[in-house]
């Protein structure tokens, strides 16, 4: 999608070296409100890291970060499932931290997880002993009110375009968006990350990005 004909010529490094990261850990699943919450569990420490992604929902974004931090902290990353609201995905978590009993937890939001990190830290304060946003932020006083306006209209478009056949256009936009933000950044081997946030968008189904976008909406529209 993002590299047209010549896709298959591009090195898929990155998606080599996540899969050989996911075949070595451990690749778990939680049943919650009969939902399937799948995570990776890896490294041990006195700390727990939880990683909460953004909007596309998949562990898989955290992978390098996952990689280094093992080595001292005990790691958690989750994928998103179909959820019908934020209490039922506040939820799903929340099993998953304890069904792992964890104790001291570090919360890492990235994007739309910094929201799930936010409501998190309301609902279980005695859960977490911290939270770290990454490209993230909320409805407060310091926010213009045209700001918060158009987060939900833009999230309201997002909707709207992955309803039905459209679908497909809307994964192919949001793979450029996602890659000429790559290619611009200066980071190394751009093009094999452009190929693998290509690979974790195509991994969403609708069900699970719609589910994402409604439940951003709904954050936006009544949470302050």
Same mark, same amino acid.
């Given at each position: 999608?993002?590299?047209?004909? =010549?896709?298959?010529?591009?090195?898929?490094?990155?998606?080599?070296?996540?899969?050989?990261?996911?075949?070595?850990?451990?690749?778990?699943?939680?049943?919650?409100?009969?939902?399937?919450?799948?995570?990776?569990?890896?490294?041990?420490?006195?700390?727990?890291?939880?990683?909460?992604?953004?909007?596309?929902?998949?562990?898989?974004?955290?992978?390098?970060?996952?990689?280094?931090?093992?080595?001292?902290?005990?790691?958690?990353?989750?994928?998103?499932?179909?959820?019908?609201?934020?209490?039922?995905?506040?939820?799903?978590?929340?099993?998953?931290?304890?069904?792992?009993?964890?104790?001291?937890?570090?919360?890492?939001?990235?994007?739309?997880?910094?929201?799930?990190?936010?409501?998190?830290?309301?609902?279980?304060?005695?859960?977490?002993?911290?939270?770290?946003?990454? =490209?993230?932020?909320?409805?407060?006083?310091?926010?213009?009110?045209? =700001?918060?306006?158009? =987060?939900?209209?833009?999230?309201?478009?997002?909707?709207?375009?992955?309803?039905?056949?459209?679908?497909?256009?809307?994964?192919?936009?949001?793979?450029?968006?996602?890659?000429?933000?790559?290619?611009?950044?200066?980071?190394?081997?751009?093009?094999?990350?452009?190929?693998?946030?290509?690979?974790?968008?195509?991994?969403?189904?609708?069900?699970?990005?719609?589910?994402?976008?409604?439940?951003?909406?709904?954050?936006?529209?009544?949470?302050?």
């Amino acid at each position: 999608m993002l590299f047209g004909k =010549n896709s298959a010529q591009v090195d898929n490094g990155k998606i080599s070296e996540y899969t050989t990261f996911v075949e070595e850990n451990h690749l778990k699943s939680l049943k919650v409100m009969g939902k399937e919450w799948q995570y990776l569990l890896s490294g041990q420490g006195n700390y727990t890291l939880v990683f909460l992604p953004g909007i596309i929902g998949k562990k898989g974004v955290f992978f390098k970060y996952l990689e280094v931090l093992s080595e001292h902290y005990k790691v958690i990353a989750l994928d998103y499932p179909i959820v019908e609201s934020l209490d039922e995905l506040m939820e799903g978590v929340h099993k998953v931290i304890e069904y792992e009993t964890v104790d001291k937890v570090i919360l890492f939001g990235q994007d739309f997880g910094g929201i799930v990190g936010q409501l998190m830290v309301e609902r279980y304060p005695e859960e977490g002993d911290g939270l770290i946003l990454m =490209n993230s932020s909320t409805n407060t006083e310091s926010v213009p009110k045209k =700001n918060v306006k158009m =987060n939900i209209k833009t999230l309201k478009r997002f909707l709207d375009m992955t309803k039905g056949l459209s679908y497909n256009g809307f994964k192919k936009k949001l793979v450029k968006r996602i890659g000429q933000g790559i290619m611009n950044s200066g980071v190394k081997h751009p093009e094999q990350w452009a190929t693998f946030y290509q690979k974790m968008v195509e991994d969403t189904t609708r069900g699970e990005m719609v589910s994402s976008h409604y439940c951003a909406m709904m954050f936006w529209k009544e949470h302050k």
